[in-house]
């Protein structure tokens, strides 16, 4: 499709969905936050206890692209 292979395309797909997946997320947890009166103590352990899992997302891309270089 396009000059594409269906694995590129799966490989793209893939990469920008669980991307908007995050940023979504991301936004939700801010609106958790907002709405909680969390102050910004709060607002900190929200972001890094919630956002913890994405972290292993983010860490296998950077780690294969600094084994691609």
Known sequence: ????SE???AQFGLTVGVTAFILY??????QL???SKAGRF???VLFLVLSFGML??????VIA?????
């Open 56 to 61: 292993g997302f983010v860490a296998k891309n």
């Open 42 to 44: 709060g607002t900190f």
């Open 25 to 30: 997320m991301l936004f939700i947890i801010a």
């Open 7 to 9: 694995e590129q395309l």
């Open 65 to 69: 692209w600094v084994l691609d270089m």
């Open 33 to 35: 936050a907002r709405e």
């Open 1 to 4: 499709m396009f000059g594409y």
